[in-house]
């Protein structure tokens, strides 16, 4: 059965770049309501609910046609989810803290700190509706940012996830109302370098 993953700091920990409000919707209501329903689909087929979730991801095949729909939007808004908690950290502690290697690994792709940041919240910014943007390594070692929509996961292109931004209103709405470029552009207060130099395997 999957579960809730336990945050590493409090709803308040995030403000004011993320506020306390939004936090507990987001992880206790919105997250756990994706946990719910992917448990629920899953009820009928034991074996499905044994396997790792990025393996059921990958590979839609191994579902059944039946829940394949609730499999992909659940179980994609709990994997999305349970990774972009891990990819925050409260301002100005020491994960918030770009290590060289990352810093050079993201000029050589993309030109500068400064160009990676412009070019991820465009990228935000171009996805219509709901969906989340992405640094991801595509299939081919290359560092890419992309967008999917609603809760699709990189997983389904081949693509690990390196770090990821939700950019559903649930996300920012009561702070930013529907200013989606003030959000992601204050996001990197918050972002959680470890994890993203970790997952690029740095």
């Known amino acids: 059965m999957h579960t809730l993953p336990i945050l590493t700091y409090n709803y308040d920990a995030l403000?004011?770049?993320?506020?306390?409000?939004?936090?507990?919707?987001?992880?206790g209501k919105h997250h756990q309501?994706?946990?719910?329903?992917?448990?629920?689909?899953l009820e009928k087929y034991p074996e499905l609910a044994d396997l790792p979730l990025p393996d059921l991801l990958a590979d839609f095949e191994v579902v059944p046609d039946e829940i394949r729909s609730a499999v992909r939007n659940n179980g994609g808004g709990h994997y999305n989810h349970s990774l972009f908690w891990t990819m925050l950290a409260p301002v100005s502690?020491?994960?918030n803290e770009l290590s060289p290697e990352l810093e050079k690994l993201l000029t050589e792709s993309f030109g500068s700190m400064t160009e990676f940041k412009q070019q991820f919240e465009a990228a935000g910014m171009a996805r219509f509706g709901s969906g989340w943007v992405w640094l991801v390594r595509n299939q081919f070692g290359g560092l890419e940012i992309i967008t999917t929509a609603n809760q699709d996961t990189p997983l389904e292109l081949g693509a690990i996830p390196l770090l990821g931004v939700d950019v559903w209103e649930h996300a920012y709405y009561l702070n930013y109302q529907?200013?989606?470029?003030?959000?992601?552009?204050?996001?990197?207060?918050?972002?959680?370098?470890?994890?993203?130099?970790?997952?690029?395997?740095?």
């Open 33 to 41: 309501g994706y946990v719910d329903k992917l448990n629920a689909a």
């Open 15 to 27: 403000a004011p770049v993320i506020d306390e409000a939004t936090m507990k919707l987001h992880h």
């Open 178 to 202: 529907n200013k989606r470029a003030d959000y992601l552009g204050k996001i990197w207060q918050v972002i959680n370098w470890q994890t993203v130099a970790k997952l690029a395997k740095l």
């Open 93 to 95: 502690s020491k994960e």
